[in-house]
């Protein structure tokens, strides 16, 4: 059977919880303090970066530099892997699939005997969050009951194009200069609006149609997320950051609705946290994609 290693980051919000026996890493991506780079829940753990990020302090979130991942595919060749396959964020927001790529090719040029032995492949997800991090967690479980790597690659672009995560932000507390959000922020501030509400799909940030006020924003999101899953929806997540119980409510409300229970619902990590706000709340759907 061939033997599969699946590499991601930690902006994918996969629970810890979640990840049991796969043949899975999750790598933290780098949180600066004060220009200073801490790996989340190594360096530092997660809910004291949230409190910086509570405070207001501008914190900043870099990419996994090609070192890491470099030293990732020397283990597995190490290990006897068959394939490796590296899922990043979206390249528009991230330079970790640059740097996934460079890798790859210093591993080539450094370890030629690799060639034809191990196979690494480097997909962009297109997305932001649960939105790869869901595909990663069924993409482990098919790699479990003996899917090829092939096969694997194929759902995992399948799941990538009809992937839609909605996100709004109640607070622009600790949002850094770079992130997800920065541009809708300007963007709100233009058209008289409190917070923002967008979709990310298919590597491209949308942003949405929403009233003035916080309570009208939320009531608007879920408007918006209800109607998406009215499309059809194979499976979705929620995600939050300080904001579980509206994450519950919305869950509840997106279950009597389409009468199907979210398949996770999952607390950001700092990384992601750091673009989004710590008021943000999100839901990721699978299947036809609003045009």
Excluded at 77 to 83: E, G, V
Aim: glycine share 6%.
């Amino acid at each position: 059977m061939e033997k599969i290693r699946i590499i991601t980051d930690s902006v994918s919000d996969i629970p810890a919880d979640r990840i049991g026996e796969y043949e899975l890493e999750i790598i933290p991506a780098p949180v600066y303090v004060d220009s200073v780079p801490v790996m989340e829940n190594i360096d530092c753990p997660s809910e004291e970066l949230f409190t910086l990020l509570r405070e207001n302090k501008k914190l900043r979130v870099g990419h996994i530099p090609a070192a890491i991942y470099l030293d990732r595919f020397r283990l597995a060749f190490a290990h006897h892997y068959h394939r490796v396959i590296v899922i990043t964020p979206a390249e528009q927001f991230s330079g970790m699939y640059r740097a996934a790529c460079e890798a790859r090719e210093m591993f080539w040029e450094q370890e030629p005997d690799a060639q034809g032995v191990m196979q690494i492949d480097v997909l962009d997800s297109g997305s932001y969050s649960l939105g790869y991090g869901l595909p990663v967690l069924k993409a482990c479980e098919r790699i479990q009951q003996g899917a090829t790597g092939a096969e694997i690659l194929s759902f995992l672009a399948e799941e990538f194009e009809r992937a839609e995560l909605y996100v709004a932000t109640f607070s622009m507390r600790g949002v850094f200069s770079s992130g997800i959000f920065e541009a809708l922020r300007l963007l709100t501030i233009q058209v008289t609006k409190a917070f923002p509400v967008c979709v990310i799909r298919r590597g491209e940030i949308t942003p949405l149609d929403s009233e003035r006020g916080e309570m009208r924003t939320y009531e608007d999101f879920i408007e918006y997320c209800r109607r998406a899953l009215a499309l059809g929806c194979e499976a979705y997540g929620v995600l939050y950051a300080d904001q579980e119980e509206r994450a519950r409510e919305l869950g509840a409300i997106l279950t009597s609705a389409s009468r199907k229970e979210p398949e996770l619902y999952a607390r950001v990590s700092a990384a992601t946290a750091v673009s989004m706000g710590t008021d943000c709340i999100g839901m990721v759907r699978f299947g036809p994609c609003q045009p």
